[in-house]
Structures are given as C-alpha cells and as structure tokens.
Nanobody, 126 residues
Framework: QVQLVESGGGLVQAGGSLRLSCAAS????????MGWFRQAPGKEREFVAG????????RYIDSVKGRFTISRDYAKNTVSLQMNSLKPEDTAVYYC???????????????????WGQGTQVTVSS
C-alpha cells in the first residue's frame, strides 16, 4: 500500500520561505509522476506543481512560477516543494499526490492522481 507523508508546513511571514517534503513508501516511487496540490478554505483543491516520473518535465501554475520549485530524490523516495517569496494567498493545506501512469506528462487534474497524503498546513501572514 502506497503511503505519502507530507512535512514542512508552518506559519511564515509574507516574503518568507518554506520547504515542503513528501516521503513515499510502499510503492514504485521511481515510476510515479508526483504533484503538489493545495486547498484554501472555501475553495476547490488546485494543482500547484508537478514533476514527471523521470524528473525531466515539471509544471507550475502561473501564480507560483519563479517562486516555487519542485524536485525529487530517488534515493530517498521524496519529492519536495521549495516555496520562496510567499504571499498570504499561498495560505492553504498542501497535499502531495502520486500518479502511477508512468506518463511523460504532468497532469494538473486531481482525479488523475492515485495516491494522496494527509496534507500539511501552510499559513502566510501579511
């Protein structure tokens, strides 16, 4: 059974940085595309960033381009999201997700993903 466990969330002032990590176990991490989604109160879950199975392709929503960086470590079975220049509108619960299709494409649709973590809260104060 695949498990994804996020860590690294917290409270930070606007302009600050956080690094989220997601540890994967129980599956073939090496073949999964991985994504980060977020959900703010009263809003739908949205795609934030993703990386394909071999790490060659990444994708970001426009609002985080140039501020967030997704990366993966095959030796540690982790995927990370480095978040810089944080804004209050980045406040949300952030979820790690895995897609086991082994496609070169990074999908932005949540139903495409097969495995989900429990989420970690990120709060950015103004």
């Amino acid at each position: 059974q695949v498990q994804l466990v996020e860590s690294g969330g917290g409270l930070v002032q606007a302009g600050g940085s956080l690094r989220l990590s997601c540890a994967a176990s129980g599956g073939s991490f090496r073949t999964y595309a991985m994504g980060w989604f977020r959900q703010a109160p009263g809003k739908e879950r949205e795609f934030v960033a993703g990386i394909n199975w071999n790490g060659v392709s990444t994708r970001y929503i426009d609002s985080v381009k140039g501020r967030f960086t997704i990366s993966r470590d095959y030796a540690k079975n982790t995927v990370s999201l480095q978040m810089n220049s944080l804004k209050p509108e980045d406040t949300a619960v952030y979820y790690c997700a895995g897609d086991d299709l082994m496609s070169g494409t990074v999908f932005v649709s949540a139903p495409q993903y097969d495995y989900w973590g429990q989420g970690t809260q990120v709060t950015v104060s103004s």
